[in-house]
């Protein structure tokens, strides 16, 4: 009888989360991201769309790419931010659970691009700080949208 191995690879270790405060303070010295945004995804929607959202704030878009970054399968509705989210996934071009992935992390960064309130308090901000893919706070923003192929 042969031993069996198991195979394995080695996993890279995540990096350290961002802290909030230290992505709050990048975004609020360099604002050369908030025209990157524009440029690459904002223009690419529709622009009613991107209104209606940023009347609604940031909340509902949080709440809806934490939705669709925890679920295989999202029923959207029929109010602004989903709306908005299938606009968005229909500009990422990835399949299955990466395209849901990046939808929301896309998302995200359109959050803190329409959030006019105080970015440490906006839940698209700490989301993006606790990113597990993110360890560079100067490419937070060119990372998300990168991934999402904008």
Known sequence: ???????????????????????????????????????????????????????????????????????ACVDLGPSAPYQLAKAVYGQVHLRGAARLRQTARSLRVLGVYLCGNDLSQCPCTVALAHDPQQDQVDRVVTGALDGAGF
């Open 1 to 71: 009888m042969t031993a069996h191995r198991r195979r394995t690879r080695a996993r890279r270790p995540h990096p350290d989360p961002l802290r909030v405060e230290e992505l709050v303070a990048f975004l609020s010295s360099d604002r050369r991201w908030r025209d990157e945004v524009a440029r690459r995804l904002v223009s690419r929607l529709d622009q009613r769309l991107v209104r209606s959202a940023r009347a609604c704030g940031c909340r509902p878009i949080a709440h809806v790419a934490e939705e669709l970054d925890s679920q």
